[in-house]
C-alpha cells in the first residue's frame, strides 16, 4: 500500500484544460459566509475544566508547509498578514528545529483563543534526519516540554530537562494532524510514508483524533490557481486526496485542502473560508476527544 505514493504513469497529472475539472463540486463548502463561521471559532470555549486550550500538533515531511498553516490561522483570526512561526522559502531541509506551541491573540495582547497549535520539525526519508518516530509519540503523550530541540539520531531521554515525566491532559496532544503538499503526495518516499503511517498508528492507540491538510492547491492545480472555488471542482485534486487517504489510511471525509498564505499581503475571504473548514474541524475533533476521557 506505502509503495502508492511513487510516481508512476497510473497517477494523475495536474490538469490542463477545463475538461480536466467537474461541472459540479464534489464536497459543499459555504462561499461567501465567513463572518459565520468565523463566529462559531470566536465563541468556542472548552467544556473540560482540566484544560484551558486544545493542543493541535502538526506533523509532516519537510516543506509541507506546517508553519505556514500556523500563520494563515492566525491571519485568519487577526484579519491581517502575520508571521508568528518562522518560515524559510529557501532551505530544502527542515527549518523548524525545536517543539514549540504556538497561542493566537483573541481580543487583545493578554487574551488568547483557546487553542493552540504545536510545530515540530519535519519528517523526512533518512533515519537520522528529520524529526524522529519515537519523539513523535512522546511528545502526543505530553513528555516534551516547550524549547526542547530535536536530535534526530536519538529520542529524548527522561533525564532531560525538557522531558516532562508526569503529563497532565493540558500536555497532551488533543489532535494530530498531517499536512502535506498537493504537489507531492504521489511521489513522497516509502521511508516517509511509513513514518507517518507509524506515528498515525501510535495516535490511534491513544485515541488521538486525526486529520489531514492539503497545501499548495493552487501550485497542484492551475483551475485552482486561477479561482480558488474550483478547489471542489478539480479532478486532480480530488484523486490526489483519495490517493492519500489510500496511502495513510485517513478517511478523505477528514482531508481539507487549503492554500497556505504566502505572497499575499492582504487576506482573503476565500482563502480564508478553506482555512475556517480545517480548523472548525479541528476544533471539534478535540473537543470530542477531551470530553470523552
Same mark, same amino acid.
Given at each position: ?142 513528555? @516534551?516540554?516547550?524549547?526542547?530541540? =530535536? ?5 529524548? /531521554? $527522561?533525564? +532531560? ?88 489510511? @485517513?478517511?478523505?471525509?477528514?482531508? =481539507? ?5 504566502? /505572497? $499575499?499581503? +492582504? ?27
Amino acid at each position: 500500500m506505502l509503495g502508492r505514493f511513487f510516481k508512476s504513469s497510473a497517477h494523475p497529472e495536474p490538469p490542463q484544460s477545463e475538461s480536466d475539472t467537474l461541472t459540479e463540486p464534489w464536497r459543499k463548502i459555504p462561499w461567501g459566509r465567513k463572518e459565520r463561521d468565523l463566529q462559531v471559532v470566536r465563541d468556542y470555549e472548552p467544556h473540560n475544566e482540566e484544560l484551558e486550550q486544545l493542543r493541535i500538533l502538526l506533523h509532516g515531511p519537510t516543506g509541507s508547509g506546517k508553519s505556514s498553516f500556523i500563520n494563515s490561522v492566525d491571519t485568519l483570526l487577526q484579519g491581517r498578514m502575520t508571521c508568528q512561526a518562522l518560515e524559510d522559502a529557501v532551505s530544502q531541509e527542515t527549518f523548524t528545529k525545536e517543539y514549540r506551541t504556538f497561542k493566537i491573540q483573541k481580543d487583545g495582547p493578554e487574551t488568547m483563543y483557546p487553542f493552540v497549535f504545536t510545530d515540530i520539525m519535519g519528517l523526512e526519508k533518512e533515519t537520522n534526519q528529520g524529526v524522529g518516530v519515537q519523539d513523535l509519540k512522546l511528545a502526543m503523550k505530553g513528555h @516534551i516540554k516547550d524549547g526542547y530541540n =530535536f536530535n534526530p539520531v536519538s529520542a529524548i /531521554s $527522561e533525564d +532531560d530537562n525538557y522531558y516532562n515525566k508526569a503529563p497532565t491532559l493540558k500536555d497532551r496532544v488533543h489532535v494530530l494532524v498531517c499536512v502535506i503538499p498537493a504537489p507531492s503526495v504521489n511521489i513522497q518516499s516509502a521511508e516517509t510514508v511509513a513514518k507517518m503511517r507509524e506515528v498515525r498508528l501510535a495516535a490511534r492507540d491513544l485515541g488521538i483524533p486525526q486529520l489531514a491538510v492539503l497545501t499548495k492547491i493552487d501550485e497542484a492545480c492551475p483551475a485552482v490557481k486561477e479561482d480558488i472555488r474550483n478547489v471542489y471542482m478539480s479532478k486532480y485534486l480530488k484523486s490526489q486526496m483519495e490517493l492519500f487517504s489510500e496511502s495513510l489510511g @485517513i478517511p478523505v471525509k477528514c482531508i =481539507f485542502p487549503v492554500k497556505n498564505y504566502h /505572497s $499575499e499581503i +492582504d487576506p482573503d475571504d476565500d482563502t480564508d473560508t478553506l482555512i475556517l473548514s480545517a480548523l472548525k474541524h479541528m476544533i471539534n475533533l478535540g473537543e470530542d476527544f477531551v470530553n470523552r476521557r
